[in-house]
């Protein structure tokens, strides 16, 4: 079982290096380097598929760049078009003037960093349509890529060559949607795991209620299940003291 958890975690860890890698290529990656990447796990063909079916929906390009297809609501389609028509009247650096602001940015210099944000608020955009689908509203990749931005450009100093200063930003980005997209699964794990446990207490007390024709008490409860107070407490107050068959006052103890 220990040998077969560690090649999960390992296929888990492989599946993410190489998603970020794809992220950072401006979301492409070669199917070799996939390839390369699983070599040590020897996976078959049809693992292999489902490794490339899950970039492919993860709307990472093999070879190529990928059609970034946005399934969006209505609300975020209205407000990605008017975001967007908001930005039409940005300016657009050529390169040279972008080499030339971005080393007055790292030197330090604020109206050269709010050129390079203006300047890159677009790109936020195209990052943020990548991780659409991933449960994080539009809007809210959006907001976090621009905060990543917006502080990005006050730390150029680490980077210190101009060449240098958009993939930097470009990660930030990356960083800061992943960092939300990973807060929202750890959140949506937390609701399941007080749904299930609201559950599990609800079917007991109905189990027991009809076994006694009447509803339980906490301590009943905590007789016939061998729970604790706290456990039952806990699934009290998420259900929102709505556990049909159980009475939820404070009882005394058996």
Do not use: C
Request: charge should be negative.
């Amino acid at each position: 079982m220990g040998n077969l958890e560690n090649k999960e975690k390992e296929f888990a860890q492989i599946l993410k290096f190489v998603t970020r890698t794809a992220r950072e290529n401006k979301n492409v990656i070669s199917k070799q380097e996939v390839m390369d990447a699983f070599s040590e796990l020897e996976l078959d063909d049809s693992q292999m598929a489902m490794v490339f079916d899950y970039l492919e929906k993860h709307k990472v390009g093999i070879d190529a760049p990928a059609e970034i297809e946005d399934d969006l609501t209505e609300e975020e389609t209205n407000y990605l078009e008017e975001y967007l028509k908001e930005l039409k009247d940005l300016p657009v650096l050529s390169d040279g003037e972008k080499r030339a602001v971005s080393m007055a940015a790292i030197a330090g210099d604020r109206d050269a960093q709010q050129k390079l944000i203006n300047n890159y608020l677009p790109l936020v955009v195209d990052v943020a349509r990548m991780y659409t689908e991933q449960g994080v509203y539009l809007e809210d990749l959006i907001g976090e890529g621009n905060v990543a931005l917006t502080r990005g450009v006050t730390m150029l100093d680490a980077v210190g060559e101009p060449d240098e200063v958009e993939s930097f930003l470009y990660k930030m980005m990356l960083d800061a949607m992943e960092a939300v997209i990973e807060d929202n699964l750890a959140e949506d794990a937390g609701q399941q795991k007080v749904l299930k446990l609201v559950q599990e207490v609800a079917d007991k007390a109905k189990e027991l209620s009809e076994d006694l024709r009447r509803k339980v008490t906490v301590a009943e409860l905590m007789e016939e299940t061998g729970w604790d107070e706290d456990k039952i407490r806990t699934a009290i107050k998420f259900s929102g003291d709505n556990i049909e068959d159980l009475e939820s006052g404070e009882d005394k103890k058996k």
